[in-house]
């Protein structure tokens, strides 16, 4: 069955320091999605990728954070210099050529900035 | 713009009891509605979803869940529950007709399933 990888399952980095978070989305979709869960919260929308660019991106998603989409099957989400704040689960997810209709996550890459 | 609301922030239960999670939803169009499962340490898996059609929605493990109109809810349940099915619930919802849009989530229930 097809599924979202990611990579690496944790990262320890030290405040200051650029993070990138990798995630192999399911072959044949077309949506991208970045999403962060705060320990102890609930999950929350970063940004959404479709046709090489920015499609949505909510108020987390500062000049700090870029996405990219670097060689047709990677998805990549950047973090410029992380705060402490930054710590959290991050989710990739990607979705078919419907959009809305169903999103397939990954495991999640767990942050942790000290 | 929508919003989720998850009633419950703990839900304990005895194995072999039916439950039910409870999720009420706002937004100024229509919406598909999925509820998705967290066990320790792992991502969401998507338990099942309301597109369009009968509003009893079937999914994977036994559940199931309503979808109201009128009361703006997609509660879960399940008659007969495992010690396995102990994880986050979270309910979630996005915008009808507007492709690849963002899932709003509730807050999320933990269900523990105690023996």
């Known amino acids: 069955e097809p599924e979202v990888t990611q990579t690496p399952s944790h990262q320890v980095t030290q405040m200051g320091q650029e993070v990138i978070l990798r995630c192999v989305p399911i072959?044949?979709?077309?949506?991208f999605y970045w999403y962060r869960q705060i320990l102890g919260q609930k999950v929350e929308f970063l940004v959404s990728?479709?046709?090489?660019?920015?499609?949505?991106k909510s108020e987390i998603f500062d000049d700090q954070f870029s996405v990219e989409r670097p060689d047709g099957s990677n998805f990549t989400l950047k973090i410029r210099s992380t705060k402490l704040e930054d710590s959290a689960m991050y989710f990739c997810?990607?979705?078919?050529?419907?959009?809305?209709?169903?999103?397939?996550f990954g495991q999640g890459t767990r942050l942790t900035v000290v | 713009a929508q919003s989720v609301t998850q009633l419950d922030s703990q839900v304990p239960v005895f194995e072999e009891a039916p439950v039910e999670l409870r999720c009420n939803y706002s937004s100024s169009v229509s919406v598909y509605l999925f509820w998705y499962v967290q066990y320790p340490n792992q991502g969401l898996q998507l338990l099942l979803k309301y597109l369009s059609g009968s509003t009893l929605v079937k999914g994977i493990n036994g559940f199931e869940a309503e979808f109201n109109k009128s009361q703006t809810s997609f509660h879960l349940r399940k008659p007969s529950v495992h010690i396995s099915d102990t994880a986050e619930y979270f309910c979630a919802v996005n915008g009808k007709g507007t492709s690849g849009s963002r899932l709003t989530f509730g807050e999320g229930t933990q269900l523990t399933v105690n023996p």
């Open positions: 990728f479709y046709n090489n660019e920015i499609s949505e």
């Open positions: 072959s044949n979709h077309l949506y």
């Open positions: 997810a990607s979705s078919g050529n419907q959009g809305n209709t169903e999103a397939f």
